[in-house]
């Protein structure tokens, strides 16, 4: 009796809580979102413009060693907990694996409502993750694995529509957060390993019916198609599942893309646009209107699906309009973006060993190769970085305090791989041309490595961009960094995604280590910052899985026994403040 009792006050606690949210629920507009108050976090990165930094500064250099756990929420999930919790006016919204939103008092961690989608039973796809909710006007959107986009009640979490994109049984699916601006939300699609066509899709906000849809392989006609030989385009790939960030000024998205497909460049010769690059795409009728590729012909299965902060450059006196985006291939690439929508090439340089590029053209941007870095069909290369390049899709951070940007990086990685030929492409099968086991087996060390001492490989760079210099890095021995970063204004980042389930704070313009917490499993999550009553939040989820889950069991392969431990599963959400200010 007892027992029910406390359900029961539970229960209405929860209604009551929601109830008082509902109340006072305040609307996400595009001019909050253009201009996000300091107290929130809007959107996954925190801005447009994908800086990862808060300007709150109660938590700082000089106090963070106080800061303490306030609540804890287990998602009851497993698997790569990768999204940020979204924070508007204390009521906070966290997406899942297996597309699970909840939504929690920010302050107390008590939870307002659940939404679980029910997903096909025969649904496959290879990153069963989700990297984050938006929130717009009065509803939460959410990207799922079956290739739609929920939009829900934000108050009571009921649902209002529910689009879906694509053909999951295609092998087409959704991960990323998806942008909202404009009237619409803007999502994209993954699949590159299936032989897709990739594409960006824009949605009435309020309907949910297609306002655009523009694909990221031009079809024969199309500006571009003269890059595709063949029918290669109709399988080329070039996902989209990161989300873009937006110049609300222009009116222009900027998004990623992922590979092309196959994975062998010699099944689809040509330079393969626009795989592999940052398309510009005007928000009212999603044409593209500017380009930029990173690296032709992709032969390294080098996504470069993370969209480029938008972030100001000095260049000979000038200020630019920049473009700034740590490759997965290795590069730290600088563009400046423009009101018409053309890329304009800056600078590149390699912040990770690389082998591939032999010379970068200094007007265009465009690599060159040394052929045998370059793998194929029938022909195995081994090159640097690796397959997981020298930065994933954990996103950067830019202080504008500090003027440094901050990458989370791999290093001593390369993989040695090759393809093999191709089979009859089957709806919604892996179609990539490299045996399974190969990729499972593809990574190696530097040849300078000596694995018997501990090796350097997670690392955190922070680069001053105007003079194209690393000012410090941090490196984690023996371990990976998926770890995404937040930047805040009290000097601090904010970072875990090692194999130590360790969650730290760092001070921003030395690197120094100030403080760190064992969570119940490693972070991969995107970490938030936001105050409700005067009180200043940091928050995270950890759990790990996915490709951090694969490469940490790569490396346990590659090092003695016992240096690279085992990681707990089981997804958590952890919110942390200053004891003094509790």
């Known amino acids: ?325 740590a490759g997965r291939n290795g590069y730290l690439w600088l563009l400046e973006r423009t009101a018409k929508g053309p890329i304009n090439f800056i600078d590149a340089k390699p912040f990770v060993e690389q082998n591939v590029f032999t010379s970068i053209d200094p007007k265009t941007g465009r690599p060159t190769y040394d052929e045998t870095k370059t793998p194929g069909t029938n022909k195995t290369a081994t090159f640097c970085p690796s397959i997981w390049g020298g930065k994933d899709w954990p996103p950067e951070a830019y202080n504008p305090d500090t003027g440094l940007l901050y990458i989370p990086a791999h290093e001593n990685l390369c993989a040695e791989m090759g393809g093999v030929p191709m089979e009859e492409r089957e709806p919604g099968e892996l179609w990539i041309g490299v045996p399974i086991d190969v990729i499972l087996s593809s990574m190696r060390f530097n040849k300078r490595v000596d694995p018997s001492k501990p090796v350097p490989i997670g690392q955190i760079q922070a680069w001053d961009v105007n003079k194209g210099e690393k000012v410090w890095e941090h490196s984690f021995n023996d371990s990976v960094n998926w770890g995404p970063i937040l930047s805040t204004g009290g000097n601090l980042l904010f970072a875990g995604g090692t194999n130590d389930r360790k969650f730290r704070a760092f001070n921003a313009l030395t690197g120094a280590v100030l403080w760190e917490h064992p969570m119940p499993s490693g972070v991969t999550g995107v970490p938030s910052s936001f105050e409700v009553d005067g009180t200043q939040y940091i928050a995270v989820q950890s759990g790990w899985g996915v490709d951090a889950e694969r490469m940490r069991g790569l490396l346990a392969e590659m090092l003695p026994k016992g240096r690279v431990p085992p990681m707990p599963q089981g997804g958590n959400i952890h919110v942390f403040a200053l004891k003094s200010a509790r």
């Open 1 to 325: 009796m007892q027992k029910l009792v406390l359900t029961l006050s539970a229960l209405a606690l929860s209604v009551f809580a929601a109830q008082a949210f509902a109340a006072d629920y305040n609307p996400v507009t595009d001019e909050r979102l253009r201009n996000p108050e300091p107290k929130n976090w809007l959107s996954w990165r925190g801005n447009y413009e994908g800086w990862g930094h808060s300007p709150l500064k109660q938590i700082t250099d000089a106090n963070v060693a106080e800061l303490v756990p306030v609540w804890s929420f287990a998602t009851g999930v497993n698997d790569g907990h990768q999204a940020a919790p979204i924070v508007n006016d204390g009521m906070m919204f966290v997406s899942t694996p297996q597309n699970q939103i909840i939504a929690l008092d920010a302050a107390s961690g008590d939870e307002i409502w659940r939404y679980r989608r029910e997903l096909p039973e025969d649904l496959f796809q290879l990153h069963p993750t989700n990297r984050g909710v938006a929130l717009y006007g009065d509803k939460v959107y959410m990207a799922t694995l079956d290739a739609c986009v929920v939009a829900l009640d934000a108050k009571t979490g009921k649902e209002a529509w529910d689009t879906c994109i694509g053909d999951y049984t295609e092998g087409y699916y959704s991960t990323l957060s998806v942008l909202p601006a404009e009237g619409k939300v803007v999502t994209g699609v993954s699949g590159g390993e299936f032989g897709i066509r990739g594409y960006v899709v824009a949605l009435d906000a309020e309907t949910g019916k297609e306002a655009w849809k523009t694909y990221t392989v031009p079809a024969p006609g199309e500006p571009g198609s003269e890059t595709w030989q063949g029918d290669a385009w109709k399988t080329g790939g070039a996902p989209v599942w990161m989300q873009g960030n937006y110049d609300a000024e222009t009116g222009i998205l900027y998004v990623g893309t992922g590979n092309g497909g196959p994975w062998m460049p010699d099944t689809r010769p040509g330079d393969n646009l626009y795989a592999t690059s940052v398309i510009a795409l005007d928000m009212d009728d999603g044409s593209i209107d500017g380009h930029f590729q990173y690296h032709w012909n992709d032969a390294w299965d080098w996504d470069e699906v993370s969209a480029p902060l938008l972030m100001p450059i000095k260049r000979d006196g000038k200020v630019k309009k920049g473009l700034v985006h």
